[in-house]
């Protein structure tokens, strides 16, 4: 494997890693005004976050860093003409992150609930447009001959992108459910259940349907054939699946488990649907930016990759280590389910 293609895999796991990880702390964001039935269980939903959500982000932080250094011509291309939606993402980002510090300082119940209904927003609106984003890249762009972006905001919607928006944020819903059943107890883990039960079918479906349309997709829009994209489109569609199965069975960690790998075989299909290619020009398609072209220099890739052999373990320890110490579930009540 060239380091090329190296690159394009290592993004390709950040974004993965992404998915599944800060796919769970949204899905939690969208479930506070829902599941939460006051100021404290609300509270108690968001300390089953707390110590891991802005590790999370690093995962975005380095797929960004990343891709610029790496693929410089497919930042430029891509930042600059995803540039609103990639604003609004910031926006929600943002938004969301300022909610976790601001929403206790101050007792009011109208505080608190204008920086809750915020978190559920944001949580709502960036995997939203995360979905919109990362699918046009397969469904392709207007990209002209200099590989510029030659289209504009609107360009990046249409029935697939749409869909898979939607597909997106109902499957990080459901994330974030089958995630509380495991972190809290009581009432509160009751009623987190029976959220993932209501969204298990809905968000399964959706999902499936996402999976087999991108590989439709990248047959139709990117020249591929129809075994590479199938292979991780249907373990996605077979560990959705089983999370559905493992639900209703009462087994809630590995319902966790398996929503987690359905959220990453989701990166995974649009990345092996979108090989070689980093963009896919539409309606030129002759003018999409492929792996070889749009990357750095030899030499930039293989510094990049030594630092990446000795850091990125180190930053998995970490995290690992992190979630190992706050594994425990949040609050005082006994809960008689085990986790699976």
């Not at 002209?144 to 697939?160: E, I, K, T, V």
């Not at 199938?230 to 699946?241: D, I, S, T, Y």
Request: overall charge negative.
């Amino acid at each position: 494997m060239d380091l090329e293609t190296l690159w394009f895999v290592l993004i390709a796991v950040l974004w993965a890693g992404y998915f599944a990880l800060e796919g769970f702390d949204f899905g939690v964001g969208m479930h506070l005004p829902i599941v939460g039935r006051d100021d404290e269980e609300r509270a108690t939903m968001l300390r089953t976050i707390g110590p891991v959500w802005d590790g999370n982000e690093v995962w975005l932080v380095v797929a960004g860093g990343a891709t610029f250094a790496a693929f410089p011509a497919w930042y430029a291309t891509m930042f600059s003409g995803f540039y609103v939606a990639l604003l609004l993402v910031l926006f929600f980002l943002i938004i969301r992150v300022v909610s976790f510090e601001w929403r206790s300082k101050s007792e009011s119940p109208g505080w608190r609930s204008l920086w809750t209904w915020c978190n559920t927003i944001a949580s709502f609106g960036a995997p939203l447009v995360w979905g919109v984003g990362l699918s046009c890249l397969v469904y392709g762009v207007p990209i002209d001959s200099d590989g510029d972006y030659a289209g504009g905001f609107w360009d990046l919607f249409n029935p697939y992108t749409v869909f898979a928006g939607v597909a997106v944020v109902l499957l990080f819903a459901f994330h974030g459910a089958n995630f509380l059943t495991l972190r809290t107890v009581g009432e509160l883990r009751d009623r987190a259940e029976h959220a993932a039960r209501r969204l298990a079918l809905p968000a399964v479906a959706l999902a499936a349907v996402f999976l087999i349309w991108t590989v439709v997709v990248a047959m139709d829009h990117n020249d591929k054939d129809l075994v590479p994209p199938l292979l991780p489109a249907a373990l996605g569609v077979g560990a959705l699946g089983l999370a559905l199965i493992f639900l209703f069975q009462g087994r809630n960690g590995r319902a966790f488990g398996m929503t987690g790998l359905g959220a990453t075989s989701v990166v995974a299909t649009l990345f092996v649907s979108l090989y070689p290619r980093v963009m896919v020009s539409n309606p030129d398609f002759e003018n999409s930016l492929t792996v070889d072209g749009a990357a750095s220099s030899h030499y930039a890739l293989s510094v990049m990759s030594v630092v990446a052999v000795i850091f990125v373990p180190l930053v998995l320890l970490y995290q690992g280590w992190t979630y190992y110490v706050f594994r425990h579930r949040v609050g005082d009540e006994p809960v008689a389910s085990s986790v699976e």
